[in-house]
């Protein structure tokens, strides 16, 4: 039997600096760390850590954060040479504060961001021929970007690419939750892997229960359903089995990039297998037993890319 080649993992989405609460001193000041971000990205860099290969497509403005930005994805080995820049808006900012038992609140600094300026044709020409495409919902809030990446989902869907999709809920970002559930829901056909997690269940499928969710989606035509539990770890859904796999226990201080990094390193693994073909259950369990792992060591960190694990960490 001829193992397949492992797959290259294209993301495509945001990229943003994460301004990222740390401490508040003793004159009551927040600090601040400014660290790179966004959840396709996040997802690159996580898979790229952990053994394959990868690239990303997004836009950046063309200032000190955009440099940022770029000389990560370098230094951990993301391709970027569908990586756009504009002069036309600066590279989009998160402000990320963290309670203190390590849970996270966002807002946005994007009226517009330069990761809404995404160029379409540059764009499927860059995802042309990859084996995997990963998107997220941040890019689907508004209508112009939403057009360009939905576009070329569907064109990177024909041309035989998995599409994966995390639809991470980002609520000062939407209209309203009913525009957020129709749009975030809309795109479900185009996808082949989905991970959600338990606060999102009933946001994007209308049942409470990670199992009934999972069953929702599958009913829709997705192949395979991933649910994070948080400390509890994650549940994953096929047509043919189902299961919970148990988290590990560690110290938190910052979730931040936790579900990219659980992704990340379940699409790494699934990279490497080189098809979603008669996955099995011990398959699907030593595999999400990989990435609660991962995802573990980075809620243990600060900040989201910079504590995300490399291979030597979980072997």
């Known amino acids: 039997m001829i193992r397949p080649m492992t797959l290259k993992i294209t993301t495509i989405g945001e990229v943003l600096i994460d301004l990222t609460q740390t401490v508040v001193d003793s004159n009551s000041i927040v600090n601040f760390a400014a660290n ?16 394959v290969p990868t690239a990303f ?4 403005g063309k200032d000190s954060f955009g440099e940022i ?10 391709d970027i040479s569908g990586l756009q820049e504009t002069d ?15 849970e996270r609140s ?6 517009p961001g330069a990761d809404l300026l995404l160029d379409e044709n540059r764009a499927y020409e860059s995802v042309r021929g990859t084996g995997m495409l990963h998107f997220g919902s941040v890019s689907l809030t508004e209508p112009s970007s939403r057009k360009t990446i939905i576009n070329v989902v569907k064109k990177a869907r024909g041309d035989g690419s998995i599409i994966t999709y995390d639809p991470n809920y980002r ?26 997690s338990d606060e999102e269940t009933e946001l994007l499928t209308g049942k409470k229960t990670p199992q009934a969710a999972a069953s929702a989606l599958i009913k829709k035509g ?25 988290g590990y226990s560690v110290k938190v201080a910052d979730t931040n990039g936790a579900g990219d990094t659980f992704f990340g390193a379940f699409l790494s693994r699934l990279a490497i297998r080189g098809n979603l073909e008669n996955l099995t259950e011990e398959e699907l369990r030593n595999y999400v037993d990989f990435a609660n792992k991962a995802a573990s060591i980075t809620t243990s960190r600060r900040g989201a890319i910079p504590a995300m694990p490399y291979l030597k960490e979980l072997i």
């Not at 036309?88 to 390590?102: E, F, H, N, R």
């Not at 966002?106 to 009226?111: A, C, I, M, N, Y």
């Open 171 to 196: 609520a000062t970002l939407w209209k309203g939750e009913e525009e957020a559930k129709k749009q975030m829901r809309k795109v479900l056909p185009l996808c082949d892997v989905v991970k959600i």
């Open 106 to 111: 966002f807002s946005f600094l994007r009226k």
């Open 36 to 51: 790179p971000g966004g959840a396709p990205a996040n997802v690159a860099v996580a898979a790229s850590r952990l053994g």
């Open 88 to 102: 036309k808006a600066s590279t989009t900012i998160a402000v990320v504060t963290v309670s203190p038992d390590g």
């Open 69 to 78: 930005l770029k000389k990560t994805f370098l230094e951990n080995n993301v």
């Open 222 to 246: 997705v192949s395979l359903v991933l649910v994070t539990l948080g400390k509890n770890g994650a549940y994953f859904k096929t047509k043919d089995c189902c299961g919970t796999v148990s």
């Open 57 to 60: 497509i997004g836009c950046i």
